[in-house]
C-alpha cells in the first residue's frame, strides 16, 4: 500500500472510513477536511459530460457540452484511433467542467435488439466491444481523468432493472457477458468499475463476492475502485463483503452507521473496510494530481464529433442514387431534419454546445437544387393523414425525396426496453406513401439499435442508418448523400428480418424475478449462423461508394503453439474511382473441439484507408485467446489441439477467403475423468485411453457377442438392432461394467476406481 495512503487509513476513525465509502452528494465522495481527503467529483457520460452546475443537487440542467454520437455509431467506426481522439477530448471536457470521473463506457453486449440502453452499447461482439471500450478508457486516461466502466455485468434489459436476476452459465458469462470487461480492465485499467442494478444468477451484482472480487479484483488485477450504480445498493454490510467500494448516490446516514455497527458487532471485518477505504483514497488521490477548470475547444469538438458521424454512419442500401448529383428539386420529408435526433433518452443525456440541423446542411451542400420540406410526422405516436398527404405531394413534384425518420424517445430510451423492432404506423405509410409517388427516395435513419425495414426496404432506392448521431450529425449526414465523403462505417450489430427470428425472442424480458439466458453462447451473428436464418444485414456491413477485392492472404505459420498466436495478413485493394476505407474482419472458426462452439467468432479486424487503385497489405494478429475457450469444469480458458479455420471476411456473411491452420495446445490440463465419466469421455482423454484402451477393446468385443454384430443397426440373429458401441458410448464405465458384474474379478465401482486413480497420477 502506498505509504501515504496507509497512514492516512491508519488516522480514519471507523466513522470516517464508512462515510467515504458512501457518496456525500449525488456526484461526490465524502471529504474529510482534517485530513485533507479531498472530494471526488464524477458525472456521466458516455458520449459526454453531464455535469451540473452544483454537483451538490440531484438535477439540473447540465452545463454545455459536447455531445459526441452515442455507442451504437462509435461502434459502426471500428476506429479504436477515433475512439482514443474521441476520450482526449471528452478528458478535455471534464477538466474545464471540473469533473474527476466521467462515468462510462458502457461494455455490455446487446443481447436483444429491444434492450431500452442498446443505444449506449457498443456492440454485440465481445472482442469489439472489448477493443472500443479499452481505446476509449485509454484516450480519457491517458489525459489524467478517470472513467467508469459499466454496467458489470449482464445488464441487458431495463425491463425490472433494478431487481431481475439474469441466469447465465458461468462458460457465458466468461464467453460473452465478461470478455469485453475483461479486456477493458486488463489492457486500460480504468479507474473505477460500477457494478449493474440487476442481480446475477440470483445475488445483487452489488454484492456479487464471485464478480467484483474473485473476477474482477482478484483474477483480472483491477486495481481501482468499484462504485454501484446509482442506487444499486440493498445490503451495504453485504456489498463490501463481496467486494463494492463506494455506494452512489449519498449521503446515506442508515447504510454509514450499518456499517460501523456491522464492524462493532464482529460482523464485518475492519480489514475489508480499510481495502475498500485504501481503493477510494488511492482513486480520489489520483484525480487530485490533474488541475481542473479552463476552457475546451468548442469548435474543434464540434468538428470532431462531426468526423466520428461521418466514420459511425453505415449505408445500408443504395441502388446508385446515392451520391446525390445534379438534382434540381428535393423533397426532404420528415421532422427529424429540422429537429436532429441526436441522442437518447436518460442518463447520457447532454446539454449540447450546438446542434447541426440536418436541413441547413442539407440545403447548404445542394448548390442550385431548389429543396423544399414537409415535416412528415408528428412529434407524438397520433396518426396524421393530412402530414403524409402533404409529403406526397412534395415528394411528387421533385426529381428526389430524402425522408429523415427518427425512431421517437417514446419508442426507445434509457428506462424501458422497446416492445417491437418497428417504425411508428405514421413513419410507415410515411415512407410507402412517398416512394409510391417517387421511387428515388431515400431513408435516413436515426435510431439507437435495428428497425425493422421489412415493410418498406423494397420500395426505397436507398437507406442510411445515421444513428443517435451527436450533435455534428446533422453535416455528416449531408456529408454521406451528397458523396462529399465516402461512408464507411460498418453494422456492429445485426439487423434482423423480425422480432421473432432474434436470439433471446423466448427467453424475453423474462418472468417471476428471473430471465433465462436461454440462448447460451449464441447471441448476435453467433445464433443467426447457428440456425442457418437469414437476417437484413448482417454484423459487420456496410456500404461504400468504391468497391474493394481481397487478394493473397497469408498467415505466419500453418502449424503453431497457442502460446505464440499468429499474424493474418490479406492485400486490399480500391477497385472502385473514390477513395474509401475498408473494415476487414477475422473470425475464428474451431473445426472440432470437446464442447459447443459458435460456428464463428470475431478475432481480429483493421480499417484501411485507400486511393482508387490503390493497394495495402493489412495485418491482423490473433492470439491464444483467439482460439481458446472457457471450460467450465476446468474452470480456465483452454485451448485444443486441431484445426483452425481463420475466414477473412468484409461481414460475418461476406467471407473473402479461408485459411486452415493447426494449433498445438501447450496447456497440460489436470484430468476431469471421475466415477460418472462415459465410456466416450475416458477415450476422448488421453490419460483416460492409455489406462483404459486395452480394457475397451475387450469390453467391445464381449458386447459384440452379447448384442450380436456390432455394425450399424446389427439386426442379427440374438441382435437388439442398434450400434452398440453408440450406446454403449455416453454411458458411464461403470454403469456399464454393473451390466458385466458376473464375470469380473471385481466390483465394477473398485475396478473404476482403480482406473481413475492411475489415470489421475499420470502427468
Ligand atoms: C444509470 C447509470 C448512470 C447513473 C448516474 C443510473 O441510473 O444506470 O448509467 O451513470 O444513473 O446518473
Not at 32 to 57: A, K, N, T, W, Y
Not at 200 to 214: D, M, R
Not at 298 to 303: L, N, R, T, Y
Request: contains cysteine.
Amino acid at each position: 500500500m502506498n505509504a501515504d495512503i496507509k497512514s492516512l487509513v491508519a488516522q480514519m476513525t471507523l466513522e470516517e472510513k464508512a462515510a467515504l465509502c458512501t457518496g456525500a452528494s449525488h456526484w461526490t465522495t465524502t471529504p474529510v477536511d482534517r485530513l485533507d481527503i479531498p472530494e471526488m467529483v464524477v458525472s456521466d457520460g458516455p458520449h459526454g459530460v453531464r455535469r451540473v452546475p452544483d454537483v451538490h443537487s440531484i438535477s439540473q440542467k447540465s452545463l454545455p457540452a459536447t455531445c459526441f454520437p452515442t455507442a451504437s455509431c462509435l461502434a459502426s467506426t471500428w476506429d479504436v484511433d477515433l475512439l482514443r481522439e474521441m476520450g482526449n477530448a471528452l478528458a478535455e471536457e471534464c477538466i474545464a467542467l471540473n469533473v474527476d470521473v466521467l462515468l462510462g463506457p458502457g461494455a455490455n453486449m446487446k443481447r436483444s435488439p429491444l434492450g431500452g440502453r442498446n443505444f449506449e452499447y457498443f456492440s454485440e461482439d465481445p472482442f469489439l466491444a472489448g477493443e472500443l471500450a479499452a481505446n476509449f478508457i485509454n484516450g480519457i486516461q491517458g489525459r489524467g481523468v478517470g472513467t467508469s466502466l459499466k454496467h458489470y455485468a449482464a445488464n441487458n434489459q431495463e425491463f425490472q432493472r433494478f431487481s431481475i436476476s439474469a441466469e447465465v452459465d458461468e462458460r457465458v458469462l466468461r464467453e460473452i457477458y465478461l470478455p469485453a470487461f475483461e479486456k477493458a480492465v486488463k489492457q486500460a485499467q480504468p479507474w473505477t468499475v460500477m457494478c449493474s442494478y440487476n442481480k446475477v444468477n440470483g445475488t445483487f451484482a452489488s454484492e456479487h463476492y464471485h464478480l467484483l472480487t474473485e473476477i474482477l479484483k482478484n483474477e483480472w488485477g483491477f486495481e481501482g475502485l468499484v462504485v454501484s450504480d446509482w442506487g444499486a445498493v440493498r445490503d451495504r454490510v453485504a456489498a463490501l463483503k463481496g467486494g463494492l467500494d463506494w455506494e452512489m448516490p449519498g449521503p446515506q446516514e442508515r447504510r454509514v452507521k450499518a456499517v460501523v455497527e456491522a464492524v462493532r458487532a464482529g460482523e464485518l471485518d475492519e480489514a475489508i473496510l480499510d481495502e475498500s477505504v485504501r481503493r477510494i483514497l488511492t482513486i480520489v488521490f489520483k484525480a487530485k494530481q490533474t488541475p481542473k477548470n479552463g476552457a475546451f475547444d468548442v469548435d474543434a469538438h464540434h468538428e470532431l464529433a462531426h468526423q466520428i458521424a461521418v466514420e459511425g454512419m453505415v449505408l445500408l442500401k443504395n441502388d446508385g442514387l446515392l451520391p446525390l448529383q445534379g438534382q434540381q428539386h428535393i423533397a426532404v420529408i420528415g421532422r427529424s431534419a429540422e429537429n436532429a435526433h441526436f441522442q437518447g433518452g436518460g442518463s447520457s443525456h447532454i446539454n449540447p454546445t450546438r446542434v447541426s440541423v440536418p436541413f441547413k446542411e442539407f440545403k447548404a451542400q445542394a448548390g442550385n437544387a431548389e429543396v423544399t420540406y414537409a415535416e412528415g410526422y408528428p412529434t407524438d405516436n397520433s396518426f396524421r393523414q393530412d402530414m403524409i398527404d402533404q409529403a406526397v405531394t412534395l415528394a411528387q413534384s421533385a426529381d428526389v425525396a430524402v425522408l429523415y425518420i427518427a425512431l421517437p424517445t417514446f419508442k426507445e430510451s434509457e428506462g424501458y426496453d422497446r416492445t417491437d423492432l418497428d417504425l411508428t404506423d405514421q413513419q410507415i405509410a410515411l415512407i410507402k406513401a412517398v416512394a409510391k409517388v417517387q421511387p428515388k427516395t431515400v431513408v435516413v435513419l436515426n435510431n439507437g439499435a435495428p428497425v425493422a425495414m421489412s415493410a418498406w426496404i423494397d420500395d426505397v432506392s436507398a437507406v442510411l442508418e445515421s444513428w443517435m448521431m451527436g450533435q455534428a450529425g446533422g453535416a455528416a449526414i449531408a456529408d454521406v448523400l451528397f458523396g462529399k465523403v465516402n461512408p464507411c462505417g460498418k453494422l456492429a450489430e445485426t439487423f434482423p428480418l423480425k422480432l421473432a427470428d432474434t436470439p433471446a425472442h423466448i427467453n424475453w424480458p423474462g418472468e417471476a424475478g428471473r430471465v433465462q439466458y436461454g440462448e447460451g453462447l449464441f447471441i448476435g451473428y453467433r445464433y443467426y449462423d447457428a440456425k442457418s436464418l437469414p437476417v437484413l444485414f448482417p454484423f459487420g456491413y456496410g456500404l461504400s461508394y468504391t468497391s474493394f477485392a481481397y487478394g493473397n492472404p497469408k498467415v505466419s505459420a500453418s502449424r503453431f503453439k497457442d502460446v505464440d498466436g499468429l499474424t493474418v495478413t490479406v492485400d486490399v485493394t480500391n477497385t472502385g474511382k473514390v477513395a474509401g476505407k475498408e473494415i476487414v474482419q477475422v473470425y475464428v472458426h474451431d473445426q472440432k473441439s470437446a464442447l459447443v462452439r459458435p460456428g464463428k467468432e470475431l478475432k481480429g479486424f483493421a480499417k484501411v484507408e485507400l486511393q482508387p487503385g490503390e493497394t495495402k497489405s493489412v495485418s491482423i494478429q490473433l492470439d491464444f485467446r483467439a482460439f481458446a475457450y472457457y471450460h467450465p469444469k476446468h474452470k480456465q480458458w483452454v485451448t485444443e489441439d486441431g484445426e483452425f479455420d481463420l475466414l477473412i471476411a468484409a461481414s460475418a456473411t461476406d467471407v473473402r477467403h479461408s485459411l486452415t491452420v493447426t494449433l498445438e495446445s501447450t496447456l497440460n490440463l489436470p484430468c476431469l475423468l471421475d466415477m460418472e465419466s462415459t465410456i466416450r469421455e475416458w477415450m476422448d482423454d488421453p490419460r483416460g485411453r492409455l489406462v483404459f484402451g486395452v480394457f475397451y477393446e475387450q469390453l467391445e468385443s464381449e458386447f459384440r457377442k452379447i448384442f450380436g454384430g456390432g455394425g450399424e443397426f446389427s439386426d442379427d440373429e440374438g441382435g437388439i438392432g442398434m450400434d452398440v458401441m453408440d450406446m454403449m458410448g455416453d454411458m458411464p464405465l461403470v454403469s456399464v461394467l454393473m451390466w458385466q458384474q458376473d464375470a469380473l474379478p471385481m466390483h465394477p465401482e473398485d475396478i473404476v476406481a482403480g482406473f481413475l486413480a492411475q489415470a489421475h497420477s499420470l502427468k
